[in-house]
């Protein structure tokens, strides 16, 4: 039996029996179609929204419940990925790019944007990354010109999660001639020059549309700015420590369903007259992965609380998006090993949880970042110790 979690309080659990029964009987048939068409359909973020399960953070002003309890978002990624597919990225609007609404709009922006994003019918996205530029966000050349009334807007970015489905997007662009002035821009899919390019075949998440964009001369409104306009990567660090606790979540619980869906396969797959769960190198590193679970989970659950209380700290995140990523890695490994060449096969689900995650190791900072993160803040940064 996993390890039990003391920091769910009963309306946590309440809400995740809501939550199980609704994704069960509404959501879990239509992953097939999910898969095969390559993202989510729109309308099942507008029942998401209808329900009150996106941007539950948001106040009641915008159409939210006003929410601020990371444990509630937990939940839901937990049941999502467990009754759906990881691929739903109803994660990366709710708690990826909408804190930074949260945190950096203004009133007016926020009853602009806001109340969209809660019912589902606006699809947020978050456009940092470039090409060549991966981690290095402080190097991006995407630029926004100041025009007084406006900003002209040009460059191109590329990996965009929702970037088919999207309708606003949160674009990191510089503004100044010195690394790492960046400013944040609100920019939707309707501002003339703004278009999409290739819808990216990758070799997981088919159900996470991913996408190349551009902006070839968009005028974005001053009103469209978010904060300063030079204070952009200050602002992405500040919730970085979030993102990569939502997707420790992610992987966690990708693992745990991985771990479950194995270890019923090698209580009734047989071999040798007996199921191969029996067989000691079985047992061995079921236990271990058992293990090494329950660790992570305690720790992680610490962490959604230190960020309840907006006191975790970004070694901690990093600590706890390294050590999920990957543990879930480890884990979909071992089970697709254990469903020997039933695994390779697309029609068992350990097929494609493989496949799904190996990208979280290198999403919202790769390994080698997070282990930098850590070192230096045990005082090991190069600079430290010249």
């Excluded at 456009?127 to 002209?152: F, Q, V």
């Excluded at 997981?204 to 551009?214: C, S, W």
């Excluded at 204070?231 to 992610?250: D, H, K, N, P, W």
């Excluded at 998006?321 to 879930?328: A, G, P, R, V």
Aim: hydrophobic share 40%.
């Amino acid at each position: 039996m996993p390890f039990p979690r003391t920091h769910f309080e009963p309306e946590h659990e309440i809400f995740r029996d809501q939550v199980r029964r609704w994704l069960r009987d509404n959501l879990a048939e239509k992953v097939g179609k999910w898969r095969e068409q390559g993202h989510v359909d729109r309308d099942d973020f507008r029942a998401f929204g209808d329900r009150g399960w996106l941007c539950l953070w948001a106040d009641e002003e915008y159409g939210g419940p006003g929410i601020r309890d990371i444990r509630y978002d937990q939940v839901l990624q937990e049941e999502t990925i467990r009754w759906t597919d990881i691929g739903f990225f109803h994660n990366a609007h709710s708690m990826l790019v909408g804190p930074y609404l949260d945190r950096f709009a203004n009133a007016e922006q926020k009853s602009r944007f806001l109340p969209g994003a809660v019912s589902g019918d606006v699809i947020m996205a978050i456009a940092m990354t470039e090409p060549g530029t991966g981690s290095d966000l402080a190097a991006i050349r995407t630029r926004a010109e100041d025009k007084g009334d406006h900003y002209l807007l040009n460059g191109s970015k590329t990996f965009i999660s929702n970037g088919i489905i999207g309708d606003l997007f949160v674009v990191a662009a510089r503004t100044g001639e010195k690394r790492g002035q960046i400013g944040l821009f609100v920019v939707t899919a309707d501002m003339e020059g703004f278009s999409r390019g290739r819808h990216l075949k990758k070799m997981g998440l088919p159900v996470q549309d991913t996408a190349e964009i551009r902006f070839d001369d968009v005028r974005v409104p001053r009103e469209n700015l978010l904060g300063d306009p030079v204070q952009g990567f200050a602002y992405m660090a500040e919730c970085l420590a979030v993102e990569r606790t939502m997707s420790a979540i992610s992987s966690l619980a990708h693992a745990q369903a991985a771990f479950d869906i194995t270890l019923d396969f090698v209580k009734e797959r047989r071999a040798f007259d007996r199921p191969i769960g029996a067989f000691q190198n079985t047992r061995f590193v079921m236990a271990d992965l058992r293990a090494r679970l329950d660790a992570a989970q305690a720790y992680l659950d610490q962490c959604v609380v230190l960020a309840n209380d907006d006191r975790l700290t970004s070694e901690d995140a990093a600590a706890a998006k390294l050590i999920c990523s990957e543990l879930q890695g480890d884990v979909v490994d071992a089970g697709l090993q254990f469903h020997g060449g039933a695994g390779y096969m697309d029609e068992y689900e350990i097929s494609h949880m493989f496949r799904d995650a190996r990208i979280a190791r290198i999403y919202a900072g790769t390994s080698e970042i997070m282990k930098e993160i850590i070192g230096r803040g045990l005082g090991l940064g190069e600079r430290a110790l010249r």
